[in-house]
């Protein structure tokens, strides 16, 4: 009799027990996206995309206001010797275009001639227009006046055209943008003789005009 009771109870519990082991053994053997296993929630972060950097927009040359095409500087001079001429001219310049400068400027120079016991002062002031060919290159015409002082320290005008060209080198500032070494020739040199001494009022010494310009 007790071999048939542990017969029966052996027998309900592999029936109760199949059911789940063969359902175990089909999830073992199902593809991974068919598996009953619930998929862990990964928490996605929201994706922060960089704000596009604006373009600073080029202003046109001709929307620029007047102190961002305003210069302000000037030029000096010096030679010594047997003329000694020592000349300073502040200088105010307008780029009319980008490549287009003109301005005008006061000048006073300081002159003395050894050998006719010259030594006195000249006046006057200048105009003049630059044109960069190239950036580093520039083409110059100028025109001075300047009061001097001839025989009997009788004082008179020169006008004198003079036109050249300039090595420029950029140096950054909000005025003063450029220092340029400028050469220039005087049209008028010849004619700028004294009525009386017969000899060249001009202050420069020769037609040939060197300057160092900042502006």
């Known amino acids: ?15 109760v027990a199949c059911p789940s082991l063969m359902a175990q053994n089909d999830d073992y053997y199902r593809p991974d996206s068919l598996r009953n296993d619930n998929p862990q929630e990964t928490e996605e972060r929201p994706v922060q995309t960089p704000k596009p950097v604006e373009k600073k927009k080029d202003v046109d040359f001709s929307q620029l206001p007047f102190l961002e095409r305003l210069r302000l500087g000037g030029s000096f001079g010096l030679s010594l010797g047997t003329v000694t001429n020592i000349n300073l001219s502040p ?21 003395r001639y050894k050998y006719y016991d010259i030594n006195t002062a000249y006046y006057g002031g200048r ?21 001097v002082e001839g025989s009997y320290q009788k004082r008179q005008w020169l006008a004198s055209p003079m036109a ?36 060249n009022l001009s ?8 300057r160092v310009t900042f502006l």
């Open 127 to 147: 105009g003049f227009l630059m044109y960069a060919v190239i950036p580093k290159i520039k083409v110059i015409a100028e025109f001075e006046a300047l009061n």
């Open 164 to 199: 050249g060209a300039a090595y420029s080198l950029p140096i950054g500032g909000r005025f003063i943008k450029e220092v340029h070494f400028t050469g220039l020739y005087n049209f008028s040199y010849n004619n700028q003789i004294d009525p009386y001494s017969r000899q």
């Open 1 to 15: 009799m007790k071999n048939k009771i542990l017969l029966l109870c052996t027998m309900l519990l592999t029936a």
């Open 203 to 210: 202050p420069y010494g020769s037609p040939f005009v060197f």
């Open 91 to 111: 200088m105010a310049g307008y780029e009319l275009t980008e490549k287009l400068i003109v301005g005008l400027g006061p000048t006073l120079m300081y002159f």
